[in-house]
């Protein structure tokens, strides 16, 4: 075997990347349990003392942020940064932003999540593409294992990230837990930095233009433009210390959600009127479309979990082992562990129905996790009742929603993903996988803005609120997972040869 191959047999690089996703999952998760629950609980509890509409607004629009700043982030590492650079530089800006959460203050708390959600812009997109280029183009097979491997580190991140800093965050103190999210990245970076050489030249340069003297204008142009964008952020973060200037979450939230959908709506209107397609381009645009409002509707139920589950964890789950009241955040290991148990049981379950030719097809995937996602709620309408019959629900209805959740991801996100990049046209490609992302970010806004509904004052007094509540939640995935089975077999017919 190859001495270079020591990793499970792929590119020692594969446990460079491994490693450093692992850890930027962990600082992700790891604050992402901790982020609403520490905004809405009171000031003498450590907490912000927000009201939950603020909350979950501010929840919504830093999960909004992760996904469309991957955009930029891919953009930036492409012209000027290169892969590895782009790495490095978002997991210091993430190291940085979690290292401004451990302060009790709110200016430092809204630039931290400034800085994670930049840091996590230039890491994400990047790393992935990293893991890609260790591969010759012609071995699909070893590319295809070692994106699995990698997925598994993102998994095992999630896992354990919750554990660590939500006894930290509940139990000590809020500061503690988004302090240990950082010390994550941190050792991911380090790592990173000390195991780099074993990447060989896989994202050393951006890509450069023919024309040495063009190429040298365009950087020229990038360096201030680099600058005006630092100054202005300078700026920003002094109004912001000074309080200068005072930020509105819940507005700036719902004219995002129109930002967004008009923006993609232009989008698709645009690339159908003017980019010259034939008959079989347009229907797998409509096909892409679709399937937009599909995942979007599908991610505004699933990072619930974050927001309006994560606060019936708090508040209205009982959580005592004999005398210990384990943290709410804790649930926040079901879905990733779930993921690490079920996938490969689904990838069996989709070659078995293959081979007997019963494999659904792309769309009718695409219903079942809508399917699988509404009835998550159904689950948690029955916990609700429990609130309304004035008792506490066990753990177990969490853990049974987290559970249908996965599935419903396990069919929706790869299935989704695989088919967006087969339908588009070459030439739109890195643009609809684009778009795709941003129905995950117009629903992570979504499912913030929902999440603060949940009024405690509320449901105190009318604890029926939780069920309507989630009713709502079951209602629309519903509808739209029927819409989405009955038209499946004409999505079928645009979708030409892609299966």
């Not at 429990?386 to 506490?392: A, E, L, Q, T, Y």
């Not at 643009?431 to 117009?442: N, R, T």
């Not at 739209?480 to 004409?490: E, W």
Request: contains cysteine.
């Amino acid at each position: 075997m190859d001495s270079t191959k020591t990793f499970f047999g792929h590119p020692r690089g594969l446990a460079t990347l491994f490693f450093t996703e692992m850890w930027e999952r962990f600082s992700y998760y790891g604050m992402r349990a901790l982020l609403l629950l520490f905004m809405v609980a009171a000031i003498e509890d450590g907490g912000m003392g927000l009201d939950e509409k603020t909350g979950g607004a501010v929840y919504g629009l830093y999960t909004m942020f992760v996904y469309l700043l991957a955009l930029p982030g891919g953009w930036l590492a492409d012209k000027f940064f290169g892969l590895r650079k782009s790495v490095f530089y978002g997991g210091c800006l993430i190291t940085l932003g979690h290292f401004c959460l451990a302060f009790p203050f709110t200016q430092t708390f809204f630039i931290g999540l400034l800085f994670i959600v930049m840091g996590t812009g230039l890491l994400k997109p990047n790393i992935s593409s990293l893991v890609g280029e260790l591969y010759p183009i012609t071995d699909q097979a070893k590319r295809d294992s070692g994106f699995s491997i990698f997925y598994m580190g993102i998994n095992i991140g999630a896992t354990i990230a919750p554990i660590i800093t939500s006894y930290l965050g509940e139990n000590i103190n809020w500061h503690y837990g988004f302090a240990a999210a950082g010390v994550g990245m941190f050792l991911g970076v380090i790592q990173y930095k000390l195991t780099e050489k074993t990447l060989g030249t896989a994202g050393l340069e951006a890509a450069k233009l023919s024309d040495p003297v063009l190429q040298q204008k365009v950087e020229k142009n990038f360096k201030i433009g680099l600058m005006i964008f630092g100054f202005l952020l300078t700026l920003f973060i002094f109004l912001l210390l000074t309080k200068t200037i005072t930020v509105d979450p819940v507005a700036v939230a719902k004219i995002s959600t129109y930002a967004i959908g008009g923006s993609v709506i232009a989008y698709f209107s645009y690339v159908l009127l003017f980019e010259k397609l034939d008959k079989d381009e347009k229907n797998k645009i409509k096909v892409i479309a679709i399937f937009f409002l599909a995942s979007a509707m599908f991610y505004a139920g699933y990072e619930q979990q974050g927001s309006s589950l994560n606060l019936f964890a708090a508040r209205y789950t009982d959580r005592f082992i004999g005398t210990f009241e384990f943290p709410a955040g804790w649930f926040q290991t079901v879905p990733a562990g779930a993921v690490i148990i079920f996938v490969p049981v689904f990838a069996w379950l989709w070659v078995w129905l293959a081979k007997r030719n019963i494999n659904p097809s792309t769309p009718v995937k695409l219903s079942l996790g809508l399917f699988f996602m509404g009835l998550g709620f159904v689950v948690m309408m029955g916990a609700s009742m429990i609130i309304v019959s004035g008792s506490k629900a066990l753990p177990g209805w969490l853990i049974a929603t987290y559970i249908l959740n996965t599935f419903g991801e396990i069919c929706l996100y790869p299935i989704g993903l695989s088919a967006v990049s087969k339908l588009a046209p070459k030439r739109l490609l890195g643009q609809m996988m684009g778009i795709w992302f941003m129905s995950l970010a117009l629903g992570n806004l979504s499912a913030g803005l929902f999440g603060g509904e949940f009024d405690d004052t509320a449901i105190t007094a009318n604890p029926q609120l939780l069920v309507d509540l989630f009713w709502v939640m079951v209602k629309w995935l519903m509808i739209v997972a029927i819409l989405v089975l009955l038209i499946s077999k004409p999505l079928k017919k645009l979708m030409g040869d892609i299966r």
